[in-house]
């Protein structure tokens, strides 16, 4: 360690104004405190005694230290003293973790069991009214949407009512969010449809039959739509069934952060591109063209080119009745927003649209007259539980995967904020237990997977809902549907549903909005927006989720590897705080050495990018410097041979002399009477003087700041030994500066203090390592003796 001490002082003083002029007017405002002089003076009072206690404050923050400058080899070996601790073996680990008592049963009981920790308080009169109401807002406001979105999910309408009836039911007890409404999804059923789709396409059903009504005998062909349907709910199941199940296993295996890795504009990119998908594909629905369903990379492309192609076969009917609901079901939007502070629960825009065109469409035989399609048979009461056919689980692995991890991270995202709006948490882990179960056991009485709802989460919440009270009381309105009078909704037109969807998307839309928001603040973040949305909306929601994903990894390593490098310099003196020179005026380098600052973790993608930014960075490059040196050796060679052939009296030669101190490495060229002194200087002789070249860069020490450096591997710490040795060869010295503990730790576990490389060369703080600099670079002040 170096005798050498640190002081760094920070202070900030401030001379009030005259305190004797604060009394006079603190005496004028008691005389006449009613005027408005008074009470202006007395402001003003107010205003000095605040400006007096801030400065108080600033006073008492003012702190003076005075220590050594501290090394690394001081620091471990002396300073600190690692506590001792004994490791636990493996059977010690393990009885750890599978030790049972009363309080580690009842901690998991509440965990797992959610409810168990809020009904038993539950407070009767000041929740379960709003939850009633908030209950019943919700029930009646899923009934079409479940009709509408089993469309997407390509099942018939009346499994969009199971499926919003046992999820919700589930989550009441194993759900830890208190405001978010389980149930159908347009991004997720589409999601669902478009698997079906592709795994029972309307191909696979095709039957020929004889067509009387053509003269010349040939067949006309059909689809067989009862069976296509059956086989595409065994797919919808069982593809539920493998998502309940991967949800399930990642909360038991505590993997809730999964989601993570689903940033916002990644979710946000992908949810607005899913709505492109659900958009168009209602077209057909509303406008009553028939046209096949598509699946796969460009299926947005040929779905709008099927639409376009079959115009002018649109039930004008149809499009009529549907166009009027859109504009119904939007007005309806506009004035539960514009009045939600007035209106005490929303008016059911959706629910009142339903009932009044099944009215419709019941009374004017709009099926039968018009040829307008409606929804169809929905049986009335449950259907039993049974087995999903476990032979189309190889192909859906994939696809359970992608609607596994899209379903929890809407879920969880949406939760967390209701959940920091009314203060309480959620936990990651045990939502995705609760997503898990409903998707896993609800998928044996036939429902396709479920998420969590935006536009009906905000309903449950704006309308007083406090618990999942609320959502309790929703699945019993649709279980009430489902038993009783379900059929009373067999005749409501198909186009009536694509309205509800297509109305419900504009909040979606919405996120175009974020693009000229991501422009002013983060690029990247935008081209993973941009990214997420054209992928998902040309390859499908499958592939462009995974290529979106893909992307975003890729910018993580692209900020690694493209961190951004400066070069620091003091502010003041006696302040010990170092910042980028080129941003700010105060920040001076100093003299003969170099900070070097990047924000980055030092591993094999980006070492050989360190180094190359630093030798940029610092105008220091060891290369150039012995290429230096060699250009002067053959100089100075070619002027002694110069000399010798005109044959010099004096012969030329050169002492090549390393600073100690400094680190500086000159030339020295003098004559045969050199003399030298006991302290290295050279004397010059009566005859000649000596003549001192110039060194070979004004820089002598390089110092690399480490405090973002987070972790460094194999390659990375090679890389830096290397550096320091190339450097060493030009007699630059290069010092490190602000590791973290840890970081020292996985130092001395690859080695790295060996070599060219040793503990005194890192410093706690870069100020530490300026002051040891300094005092290397100090020449010898006493005068040589004679």
């Not at 580690?104 to 539950?122: D, E, G, H, N, Q």
């Not at 589409?190 to 059903?205: K, T």
């Not at 899209?406 to 939502?431: C, P, R, T, W």
Request: charged share 15%; with cysteine; proline share 4%.
């Amino acid at each position: 360690m170096i005798p050498l001490f640190v002081t760094s002082e920070l202070c900030v003083r401030w001379a009030p104004t005259s305190c004797v002029r604060h009394a006079q007017c603190a005496a004028a405002a008691a005389v006449d405190g009613t005027s408005e002089v008074g009470r202006a003076e007395q402001q003003e009072t107010r205003d000095w005694a605040r400006e007096l206690h801030t400065d108080r404050e600033r006073e008492e923050r003012t702190y003076q230290l005075e220590r050594p400058v501290y090394d690394e080899a001081y620091l471990h070996g002396q300073l600190l003293h690692s506590k001792h601790k004994s490791p636990k073996t493996i059977g010690q680990r393990l009885a750890n973790q599978l030790h049972c008592s009363s309080e580690r049963a009842k901690a998991v009981a509440l965990s797992f069991l959610p409810i168990i920790t809020w009904l038993p308080s539950y407070p009767v009169k000041e929740y379960l009214f709003g939850d009633v109401v908030s209950g019943l807002s919700t029930g009646v406001m899923q009934l079409p949407q479940g009709l509408a979105y089993a469309m997407l999910a390509a099942v018939p309408p009346v499994y969009g009512l199971y499926s919003s009836f046992y999820p919700v039911l589930l989550y009441t007890f194993f759900g830890t969010s208190r405001h978010i409404s389980i149930g159908t999804f347009a991004v997720i059923s589409l999601m669902i449809g478009g698997v079906a789709v592709r795994e029972a396409p309307d191909s696979q059903f095709t039957i020929q039959a004889p067509n009387g009504t053509l003269t010349n005998g040939t067949f006309a062909n059909f689809i067989d739509t009862e069976a296509r349907d059956a086989r595409r709910v065994q797919i919808a199941v069982v593809l539920t069934t493998m998502v309940g199940l991967i949800q399930l296993v990642l909360g038991l295996l505590r993997f809730g952060f999964v989601a993570i890795y689903l940033t916002e504009p990644l979710v946000r990119g992908f949810t607005t591109a899913a709505a492109i998908h659900v958009f168009i594909s209602q077209f057909k629905y509303l406008l009553g063209i028939r046209t096949d369903r598509f699946s796969g990379p460009l299926s947005v492309i040929y779905s709008l080119v099927a639409v376009l192609t079959n115009i002018t076969t649109t039930n004008l009917t149809t499009m009529f009745l549907g166009v009027v609901c859109i504009v119904f079901l939007y007005g309806v939007k506009y004035l539960n927003e514009r009045f939600k502070q007035k209106l005490p629960v929303p008016v059911p825009g959706e629910i009142i649209v339903v009932i009044v065109c099944t009215g419709i469409s019941y009374g004017l035989s709009l099926s039968e007259n018009y040829e307008v399609d409606v929804v169809g048979e929905i049986p009335t009461g449950l259907l039993p539980p049974f087995l999903p056919d476990i032979s189309l689980v190889p192909n859906l692995v994939a696809d359970s995967v992608a609607i596994a991890i899209v379903g929890f991270s809407m879920g969880i995202s949406l939760a967390k904020i209701f959940a920091l709006k009314h203060g309480y948490s959620v936990d990651g882990n045990q939502e995705l237990i609760a997503m898990g179960l409903c998707n896993f056991v609800s998928s044996f009485f036939q429902t396709f997977a479920i998420t969590c709802s935006m536009s009906r989460s905000l309903v449950q919440e704006s309308t007083g809902g406090k618990t999942q009270i609320a959502g309790l009381l929703a699945s019993v309105v649709v279980l009430l549907v489902v038993v009783a009078i379900g059929f009373v909704f067999q005749p409501l037109p198909q186009t009536v549903l694509a309205a509800i969807i297509m109305v419900n998307l504009l909040g979606m839309f919405k996120q175009f909005r974020d693009i000229p928001g991501l422009w002013r603040t983060s690029k990247i973040e935008l081209t993973i927006w941009l990214v997420a949305f054209v992928a998902s909306v040309l390859l499908g929601l499958d592939l462009g989720l995974l290529v979106a994903l893909g992307f975003a990894i890729l910018t993580v390593v692209y900020r690694t590897q493209s961190p951004k490098t400066v070069i620091l310099g003091q502010v003041g003196q006696q302040t010990g705080l170092y910042y980028d020179v080129d941003q700010y005026e105060e920040a001076v380098e100093c003299k003969g050495i170099k900070i070097f600052h990047s924000n980055s973790s030092i591993y094999f993608a980006n070492s050989d990018l360190y180094v190359n930014a630093l030798k940029e960075k610092t105008g220091v490059d060891p290369i150039h410097l012995l290429a230096v040196r060699k250009a002067r050796k053959r100089k100075q060679a070619g002027t002694e041979k110069e000399c010798r052939n005109k044959k010099c009296s004096e012969k030329m030669s050169a002492i090549v002399k390393l600073d100690g101190d400094s680190g500086v490495t000159c030339e020295v060229a003098s004559g045969n009477n050199l003399d030298m002194l006991g302290n290295g200087l050279v004397e010059k002789s009566d005859s000649e003087e000596a003549r001192f070249l110039e060194a070979l860069g004004p820089v002598h020490t390089l110092i690399l700041d480490w405090t973002p450096v987070n972790f460094i591997d194999t390659v990375g710490a090679k890389a830096i030994k290397l550096m320091i040795k190339e450097y060493a060869t030009v007699d630059v010295c290069v010092f490190i500066a602000g590791c973290s503990r840890t970081l020292l730790d996985e130092l001395r576990t690859l080695q790295f203090f060996t070599g060219v490389m040793a503990p005194e060369m890192v410093f706690p703080t870069v100020h530490d390592a300026v002051l040891h600099c300094q005092r290397r670079s100090v020449p010898h002040a006493d005068p040589p003796s004679q």
